[in-house]
């Protein structure tokens, strides 16, 4: 069955990096455009990046732009997120996602979550 296990999330100072890391397994990695989400406390659960299948194309959020990185090895089947000159409001839950497609069923996956919290 369809897994994505997020892990590398913690307590961080503003200012500083985490790089967050999405282990999948159960379906074709390599043809899948992945995503990250995050979801702040008392705040909708929105799209921070997304990469295609082999990594040509990403796009970010505005507010993550020029700060934020999305990548991919499909070698490893893992999902990766470098969070670069973080700020307090970069604090969320952040979710590994998988969209619906061929190698899914016609279903979306989401992962676990991982708590990212940025304070002084």
């Known amino acids: 069955q369809v897994q994505l296990l997020e892990s590398g999330g913690g307590l961080v100072q503003p200012g500083g990096s985490l790089r967050l890391s999405c282990a999948a397994s159960?379906?074709?990695?390599?043809?899948?455009?992945m995503s990250w989400y995050r979801e702040a406390p008392g705040k909708e659960r929105v799209r921070v990046a997304r990469?295609?299948?082999?990594?040509?194309?990403?796009n970010y959020a505005d507010s993550v732009k020029g700060r934020f990185t999305i990548s991919r090895d499909n070698a490893k089947n893992t999902l990766y997120l470098q969070m670069n000159s973080l700020k307090p409001e970069d604090t969320a839950v952040y979710y590994c996602?998988?969209?619906?497609?061929?190698?899914?069923?016609?279903?979306?996956?989401w992962g676990q979550g991982t708590q990212v919290t940025v304070s002084s």
């Open positions: 159960g379906f074709t990695f390599s043809s899948s455009p």
């Open positions: 996602f998988l969209p619906k497609g061929p190698s899914t069923n016609w279903r979306d996956y």
């Open positions: 990469i295609t299948s082999i990594g040509g194309s990403t």
